[in-house]
């Protein structure tokens, strides 16, 4: 398998440490366009798809490997050995902020720092622990799915991206979505919403930089400071930007607050 094709991945920049970005669930290597050129110069930027989105190779889904986020963070680091890249500063956004804990604790010698925007280990509430669903409300949420796809990816998507007042970043979520294969989606979806890595946590060394937007429905607040106490090196920094994506929304604030952490 040619590891470069499956994962469609593209890498541009002048600078020799790797800035490496992962994409959310239902959503492409694109969503990073507004927040890439501003570390171009300093850095080699790799993007890519997880396989079963955007470009990436669909024929490489395995539901076997992809039933965990462990399949998606062996990817991440077999990109890495494939491109031979070493201290990496891993950019991801929502699940991708799990995929990329996973990898460095995996393979910690490959990270220099993590930078998670919107992570959670666990969108499930819990006795103790507000995730933010109740895990009916996720069921409920992927029957929807398995029954009208399109229909919920226009429902949730203006939800999900928040801004109502920026209807046009909530049809380019849905968009997004519905350019995803719905068995595959639904798929992900389901080991998404459904995973549990809050015992992970506390096992990553790498620094990392918690970045939390303000009412967001799939990451609330209460999430990133779970997610700030349970990783010992970390930062978190509270964000001006409100809804799920501010790599779309608030792009500058988004690249101000990746700055400050990195110089």
Known sequence: MDVLKRNNINMFGKGEQALMFGHGFGCDQNMWRFVTPAFQQQYKIVLFDHVGAGNSDLKAYDTNKYGSLQGYASDILEMCVELDLEDVIFVGHSVSAMMGVLSAIREPALFSKLILIGPSPCYINDENYVGGFDRADVLSMLAYMEHDYPLWADTFAPLIMGNPDKP???????QSFCNTDPDIARHFA???FLSDNRQDLPKLETKTLIMQCAEDI??????GNYVHHAIRNSTLVQMEATGHCPNLS???ETIAVIEAYLN
């Open 168 to 174: 046009s970043l909530g049809e380019e979520l849905a």
């Open 250 to 252: 608030a792009p500058l």
């Open 190 to 192: 389901q080991v998404t």
């Open 218 to 223: 799939i990451a609330p607040t209460e999430v």
